[in-house]
């Protein structure tokens, strides 16, 4: 299949080598020369615009930072819906409000173009690996014929309902993942200065009632004070801010991940916001007193 | 060996059959008839007091509500210490106060008996099944001479240091679960609100960084409203109350464990002490607007 790929980041990429790998004829955009060349000397070909990738290609993967950045790119001037001929598929993996991929998909159907918000968890390996989960919202015919591509780069691949219902899973994903990375933090920064062996901690407490991929993942990363990204602080900032605005809508309150989130506000107050999310535990840090660091 | 079991509940009444079944010989003390006999049916002796199932044994595990019911059977008029012969070994899996153990094992050394802080976690089906991970506080020569007890009642036994530590190490595991617990309630409620399929949602979320245990064994029970215990509200607040003193002791601050005790208080406040602890999801509920319902 001929498929276009636009956003060439830390997602986008390896989502365009994948497809390349399975086999598709793939068609990349991105603003910046040095992430189209690589997957150009991978046998992709490069396109000016999105119109352009969206003239060339039968669906069209997006994969950008925010929802403005989507809007523009799918119904811009030159953007995906301005070349797209009947019968497009354009599968979003970013992550943006509910209420805007209800808007996009409704704009796209208008011009016979099948819009999938596809949100994807997994992070940066399991783009490369080719292993994300995928949490689609739209039409049930717009998903079938996303299949192929869908193979190509993810796992588990779930329809959660009609458009907008991807991104709104995608945001309970991130409620839930961030909330329990501060519960490891919080626990973790208690056993650093109560004097408790790492190791030790994790063995024990990861064996119960208490673990999480964020404990077996990012806890011995916060240990080491390794705060590398994974996933950026103020991504998850965005993302949490899109949570908090689809609760207010649904009627919901979030009150643990509302503190959450002002922790993490303190992080990118001190200038990590390109850190990953595991160092949460500097601003519960910056709370303690000195006893034993951890 | 002989081994006695003073605190018949839930949790001690599953350790009393195990030790049974491993074939050591088992002098039980609890204060309802009604969970002595079972255990004497299948083969346990009886006493009447802590000190005659000190007298009677090389080893006494005590599984008790809180630190002053453990105080009394250890130091009290007819408590362990005043039965114990030297070199009794008493191994506390109850979840009481850092200090309170190592006051406890400090008295215990007095009169040549070893103690240790083991609390356990797993719940209740971990002490029917055996598989409970123990984590451990005490002298090391202690510790190893409480193996053979440890065998028969858990899986996973970690050495977490000196006195106190064991307990020190179960209040992060406490912070860390109910905290997780949490952000699962948050999520699911918003998801519920939402209108996103139950099962769908667990799928799309339980296979990516935002699993859990707490996720897997009791986003099922949110989802269908099962409010049975499991572990309940009151005692999880009991130990949330020793986590936040022995945090203000060694200095760290847990702000978001702190939002989710309160939200418990609300559930213990409308009469849900005894619910299990998912029952937290109660009170986002109650938080919550008239849209759809979880």
């Given at each position: 299949m001929r498929v276009?790929?636009?956003?060439l980041g830390i997602m986008g990429a390896p989502m365009a080598r994948n497809l390349l790998r399975a086999g598709h004829e793939v068609v990349v955009h991105g603003r910046r020369r040095a992430r189209v060349d690589p997957l150009v000397a991978l046998g992709a070909r490069a396109a000016d615009t999105p119109a352009?990738?969206?003239a060339a290609t039968e669906s069209v993967v997006t994969c950008l930072p925010d929802g403005p950045d989507v809007e523009l790119v799918v119904t811009g001037p030159d953007g995906v819906l301005a070349g797209a001929t009947r019968g497009l598929v354009v599968i979003d993996t970013s992550t943006i409000a509910p209420d805007t991929a209800r808007t996009?998909?409704?704009?796209s159907a208008e011009v016979g173009v099948g819009f999938l918000d596809a949100p994807?968890?997994?992070?940066?390996q399991g783009a490369i690996?080719?292993?994300?989960?995928i949490m689609a919202g739209g039409e049930p015919d717009v998903f079938a014929r996303a299949q192929s591509v869908f193979a190509a780069i993810g796992r588990t691949v779930t329809h959660m309902g009609p458009a907008g219902?991807?991104?709104m899973t995608k945001l309970v994903n991130q409620v839930i993942g961030v909330t329990t990375l501060a519960a490891v933090a919080e626990g973790l920064t208690l056993a650093a200065?109560?004097?408790?062996?790492?190791?030790?901690?994790?063995?024990?407490?990861?064996?119960?009632?208490a673990t999480s991929w964020q404990l077996q993942n990012l806890g011995p990363r916060i240990q080491r004070g390794d705060w590398a990204p994974g996933f950026m602080v103020r991504l998850q900032q965005k993302d949490l801010r899109l949570a908090f605005a689809a609760a207010a809508r649904v009627g919901v309150a979030l009150?643990?991940?509302?503190?959450?989130?002002?922790?993490?506000?303190s992080v990118e107050a001190r200038g990590g916001g390109a850190l990953g999310t595991q160092a949460i535990a500097q601003a519960l840090e910056e709370l303690a007193g000195s006893g034993p660091q951890p």
């Open positions: 276009g790929v636009i956003g352009a990738v969206a996009l998909a409704a704009r994807v968890s997994g992070g940066e690996a080719g292993t994300l989960s219902q991807g991104q200065h109560a004097g408790l062996d790492p190791e030790a901690v994790l063995a024990a407490v990861g064996s119960g009632a009150p643990a991940t509302a503190v959450v989130h002002q922790l993490l506000a």
